[in-house]
């Protein structure tokens, strides 16, 4: 039987957001009991709180939605690749070791222990050449565990720009703690919230 990998963090009160953005609430608008059979809560939060994939309209004015992009991106053949340990930016000397043959898609593991209670300002993130380089091997979707795949301070966002260039998807906030540097299945699809800058997904990993 092939192994599942869930690589989605808890999404609870306390999961980490940046600095500004919404977190995580749940209010009960019904109960069980006299005169109604279920429960029914509402829920407030970023759509960038724990696994999520951004939307071209994150990072460009002109991209589209969450709920238009296709995809063919957020399922198939996968590769993890560990750099932990590697500073403020994976450079592509980084993953030299795990370049030959890549599938589509490409997972980074930044972290020992990805942080699922607090932000963490000095998040690892993707140098642009490491972007670019993966992007002229034919990957489509790049992932990591940290936050986002630009340092948390960035301004001009200049990975998130490669992949506006490229046409990549992209995969922030995964959960890689136990996961084996190697190959994969990836299925992690999100929502189709047709005016939504990024999507919530339920990333998993499977054995092949």
């Known amino acids: ?15 980490p957001v ?8 749940q209010q009960w608008v019904a109960s069980i009991g006299p005169g109604c059979p279920v429960n029914v ?5 970023s759509p960038h709180v724990g ?17 238009s992009v296709d995809l063919d991106a957020f399922i198939g053949p996968c590769r993890v690749i560990h750099a932990i340990g590697c500073g403020p930016l994976v450079k ?21 222990q990805m942080p699922k209670d607090q932000f963490d300002n000095a998040l690892p ?4 050449e490491t972007v670019m380089l993966l992007a002229d091997h034919g990957v489509k979707l790049i992932g990591i ?16 720009q490669v992949i506006r260039q490229r046409g990549l998807r992209v995969l ?16 992690a699809l999100p929502l189709k919230l047709t005016t939504a800058d990024a999507s919530p997904v339920r990333a998993v990993l499977r054995s092949i």
């Not at 940046?18 to 609430?25: M, R, V, W």
């Not at 370049?99 to 898609?105: E, H, K, V, Y």
């Not at 630009?150 to 990975?159: E, V």
């Open 145 to 160: 565990d940290s936050a986002s795949i630009d340092p948390a301070d960035s301004k001009a966002l200049d990975s998130h």
């Open 125 to 128: 993130a993707f140098a642009p």
């Open 18 to 25: 940046f600095p500004g953005d919404t977190a995580y609430s």
């Open 51 to 67: 696994a999520h994939a951004d939307a071209p309209l994150h990072y460009d004015p002109e991209g589209v939605a969450i709920g």
């Open 92 to 112: 592509p000397e980084h993953i030299a070791h795990a370049m030959d043959g890549l599938p589509p898609r490409v997972l980074l593991r930044v972290y020992e």
């Open 172 to 187: 922030e906030n995964l959960l890689l703690d136990d996961v084996p540097e190697g190959d994969y299945e990836l299925i």
């Open 1 to 15: 039987m092939k192994k599942l990998w869930d690589i989605s963090p808890p999404v609870h009160a306390r999961s």
């Open 41 to 45: 809560s509402a829920i407030t939060l």
